[in-house]
């Protein structure tokens, strides 16, 4: 791009000695913070436009121009003398805090038009605080970029790019009006800067002139930090965290408790004298530091943080408003990390816009939705019996739950749990009960409460269909014990009627054959153990299976292991049979 040409060998992007030129070719972008869209800012100067015969000296010291003068600050046309007389006769004497005037007499009534005067001047000035709050909230805004850069204007590129320029180089005040503050840091150029890099037991610091120096055209994207003018840099490098751990030992200690060893004492006090080291470099800089525009941090965590900052006597004080945060990754602190983020943070950017956001169907049709009605008493009182009813049944303590069912003289087929539409799949206690596997109070609603298994939810499913295979054996016993005659149980989906002792009868054969091809598939391995082993000769078994074997060679460690894995089937084979 044009402005990023060098000139006399110098950059062009460097934000200390940008062009006056370049600088009036600007325009700030404001952005709408939901919608991330450019909001064009509508520039008004609005004149106070009087008529010639009215601008006596009795007209400049009225009310009239008091309160036109009002409107003009806050962007609104005048008032003609007819309005405004309209405005006063409008305007209610009770409507002014803390006045309680009676109209008796010529003074009171010059009272009273001097506090409507008053009153309608507050009004503006209190819509126009609202104006800047609603701005503030859901309009448009130089800061809503949504991304470190506060982004301008300029016929110099593209229409779908943008300069950037990073926040963390204005101060909080300079943010408010940023084109201006552009104008002040240029006037910076002979003044200095500095940046603090401390983290992992690395600290690296330096003063930074705003004065580049002076590469003459061999600046090159690899060589271009070398026109960073370092007045003073110092490193440190001190063995405070554990080889491939991460984390400082301080912070191990206050998270773990002290740790013991002699690392940890080597860590600790390696993290004190670092610490010490910095400090007495602040102080020995200290001249340097307080002509300091800016100082620049990156500190890994709040102990980092307080090495540099806010320390019993420290030189740079937490309220400072020259002390910002570098807004980017950094590496490893050191001298050329240093200049890298100096070069990084002071150079203009070209940047993407950020794309507009478009609101989904569903997000405009959650916007659309009725605000949720009001619940009366009545449906409350039937959402905390619901909740008192679906807990005892979770606890599955049958006295207890047919004791609150008596008390509430509940008819269990007939009561519905969904009173607020949600439970549309377990409507009655007994769909609820069988869906989450509650299978003695699913035997409760059956056998002592006598619930039909007949009753359908609103997908046309009755419990039955709802339970797994242990809650369906519940519904098949309560068959047997209840007889055929209960109901249509094959309409209810329950399969034949079986007692409890045919199934723990069904489990038991099924345990007993898992059991035998258990065993088979032991022997199996022992006999192929055995095939798999070559003859041997006779020897005295070695009592302690603990052997040596390193001095055996491969051959033997097999054979030994086939002996062993031998004895393991063995006596696998002999536990079962037990």
């Given at each position: 791009?044009l402005?990023?040409?060098?000139?006399?060998?110098?950059?062009?992007?460097?934000?200390?000695?940008?062009?006056d030129?370049?600088?009036?070719?600007?325009?700030?972008?404001?952005?709408?913070?939901?919608?991330?869209?450019?909001?064009?800012?509508?520039?008004?100067?609005?004149?106070?436009?009087?008529?010639?015969?009215?601008?006596?000296?009795?007209?400049?010291?009225?009310?009239?121009?008091?309160?036109?003068?009002?409107?003009a600050?806050?962007?609104?046309?005048?008032?003609?003398?007819?309005?405004?007389?309209?405005?006063?006769?409008?305007?209610?004497i009770?409507?002014?805090?803390?006045?309680?005037?009676?109209?008796?007499?010529e003074?009171d009534?010059?009272n009273q038009?001097d506090?409507?005067?008053?009153?309608?001047?507050?009004?503006?000035?209190?819509?126009?605080?609202?104006?800047?709050?609603?701005?503030?909230?859901?309009?448009?805004?130089?800061?809503?970029?949504?991304?470190?850069?506060?982004?301008?204007?300029?016929?110099?590129?593209?229409?779908?790019?943008?300069?950037?320029?990073?926040?963390?180089?204005?101060?909080?005040?300079?943010?408010?009006?940023?084109?201006?503050?552009?104008?002040?840091?240029?006037?910076?150029?002979?003044?200095?800067?500095?940046?603090?890099?401390?983290?992992?037991?690395?600290?690296?610091?330096?003063?930074?002139?705003?004065e580049?120096?002076d590469?003459?055209?061999?600046?090159?994207l690899?060589?271009?930090?070398?026109?960073?003018?370092?007045?003073?840099?110092?490193?440190?490098?001190?063995?405070?965290?554990?080889?491939?751990?991460?984390?400082?030992?301080?912070?191990?200690d206050?998270?773990?408790?002290?740790?013991?060893?002699?690392?940890s004492?080597?860590?600790?006090?390696?993290?004190?004298?670092?610490?010490?080291?910095?400090?007495?470099?602040?102080?020995?800089?200290?001249?340097?530091?307080?002509?300091?525009?800016?100082?620049?941090i990156?500190?890994?965590?709040?102990?980092?943080?307080?090495?540099?900052?806010?320390?019993?006597?420290?030189?740079?004080?937490?309220?400072?408003?020259r002390?910002?945060?570098?807004?980017?990754?950094?590496?490893?602190a050191?001298?050329?990390?240093?200049?890298?983020?100096?070069?990084?943070?002071?150079?203009?950017?070209?940047?993407v816009?950020?794309?507009?956001?478009?609101?989904?169907?569903?997000?405009?049709?959650?916007?659309?939705?009725?605000?949720?009605?009001?619940?009366?008493?009545?449906?409350?009182?039937?959402?905390?019996?619901?909740?008192?009813?679906?807990?005892?049944?979770?606890?599955?303590k049958?006295?207890?739950?047919?004791?609150?069912?008596?008390?509430?003289?509940?008819?269990?087929?007939?009561?519905?749990?969904?009173?607020?539409?949600?439970?549309t799949?377990?409507?009655?206690?007994?769909?609820?009960?069988?869906?989450?596997?509650?299978?003695?109070?699913?035997?409760?609603?059956?056998?002592?409460?006598?619930?039909?298994?007949?009753?359908?939810?609103?997908?046309?499913?009755?419990?039955?269909e709802?339970?797994?295979?242990?809650?369906?054996?519940?519904?098949?016993?309560?068959?047997?014990?209840?007889?055929?005659?209960?109901?249509?149980?094959?309409?209810?989906?329950?399969?034949?009627?079986?007692?409890?002792?045919?199934?723990?009868?069904e489990?038991?054969?099924?345990?007993?054959?898992?059991?035998?091809?258990?065993?088979?598939?032991?022997?199996?391995?022992?006999?192929?153990?055995?095939d798999?082993?070559?003859?041997?000769?006779?020897?005295?078994?070695v009592?302690?299976?603990?052997?040596?074997?390193?001095?055996?060679?491969a051959?033997?460690?097999?054979?030994?292991?086939?002996?062993?894995?031998?004895?393991a089937?063995?006596?696998?084979?002999?536990?079962?049979?037990?």
């Amino acid at each position: 791009m044009l402005f990023f040409q060098e000139k006399g060998g110098m950059d062009q992007t460097y934000i200390y000695d940008l062009s006056d030129e370049f600088l009036n070719s600007l325009k700030l972008l404001r952005f709408d913070l939901n919608t991330s869209q450019i909001v064009q800012l509508i520039e008004q100067t609005q004149e106070v436009k009087v008529k010639a015969e009215i601008k006596d000296e009795s007209y400049y010291k009225s009310d009239l121009h008091r309160y036109n003068l009002k409107r003009a600050q806050s962007n609104l046309p005048p008032v003609s003398e007819e309005e405004f007389e309209e405005l006063l006769e409008t305007e209610s004497i009770e409507d002014i805090s803390g006045s309680d005037i009676n109209s008796e007499s010529e003074s009171d009534d010059q009272n009273q038009q001097d506090l409507k005067v008053q009153s309608l001047i507050n009004k503006l000035s209190i819509q126009e605080e609202e104006e800047k709050d609603n701005d503030y909230n859901s309009s448009a805004s130089h800061l809503h970029t949504k991304s470190p850069f506060i982004l301008f204007e300029s016929p110099l590129v593209p229409e779908s790019k943008a300069i950037g320029i990073y926040k963390a180089v204005f101060t909080g005040n300079e943010l408010d009006s940023p084109h201006d503050s552009l104008m002040s840091i240029k006037r910076q150029a002979h003044g200095k800067s500095a940046i603090f890099m401390i983290g992992g037991g690395h600290f690296a610091g330096a003063i930074i002139s705003h004065e580049q120096l002076d590469l003459k055209g061999q600046a090159t994207l690899s060589s271009r930090e070398s026109s960073v003018n370092v007045i003073l840099s110092k490193t440190f490098h001190r063995y405070t965290t554990r080889r491939k751990q991460g984390g400082a030992q301080g912070a191990s200690d206050n998270s773990r408790g002290k740790a013991v060893s002699a690392g940890s004492s080597i860590r600790r006090y390696n993290e004190q004298a670092l610490a010490q080291e910095v400090r007495e470099l602040i102080s020995e800089w200290g001249e340097h530091i307080r002509e300091c525009s800016s100082i620049y941090i990156r500190a890994n965590g709040p102990t980092n943080k307080k090495v540099l900052v806010g320390y019993d006597g420290a030189l740079i004080k937490p309220g400072d408003e020259r002390v910002k945060k570098l807004p980017f990754s950094t590496k490893r602190a050191s001298l050329s990390e240093v200049k890298r983020s100096w070069y990084e943070l002071t150079h203009l950017k070209i940047v993407v816009l950020p794309e507009p956001t478009i609101k989904t169907e569903q997000a405009i049709k959650k916007e659309k939705l009725p605000q949720q009605m009001e619940i009366s008493p009545e449906q409350k009182e039937q959402e905390a019996l619901a909740n008192e009813l679906t807990t005892a049944l979770k606890k599955q303590k049958g006295p207890s739950f047919m004791k609150l069912i008596k008390e509430k003289n509940i008819n269990v087929d007939e009561y519905r749990l969904n009173t607020s539409g949600q439970l549309t799949n377990t409507p009655t206690l007994l769909h609820y009960a069988s869906a989450n596997r509650l299978v003695h109070m699913v035997q409760i609603l059956l056998l002592n409460l006598r619930a039909s298994p007949l009753v359908v939810n609103d997908l046309g499913k009755v419990p039955a269909e709802l339970g797994d295979s242990n809650t369906r054996r519940v519904f098949q016993i309560a068959r047997s014990r209840l007889g055929e005659d209960y109901c249509d149980w094959d309409s209810a989906k329950v399969g034949v009627a079986r007692t409890k002792a045919e199934f723990e009868e069904e489990d038991r054969k099924r345990e007993n054959q898992i059991k035998e091809e258990k065993q088979k598939q032991l022997k199996l391995e022992l006999a192929l153990e055995k095939d798999n082993q070559p003859p041997t000769r006779t020897a005295k078994p070695v009592p302690n299976s603990n052997i040596n074997i390193n001095g055996l060679s491969a051959e033997q460690k097999a054979k030994l292991m086939r002996e062993q894995r031998a004895r393991a089937a063995e006596a696998r084979l002999k536990s079962s049979t037990r």
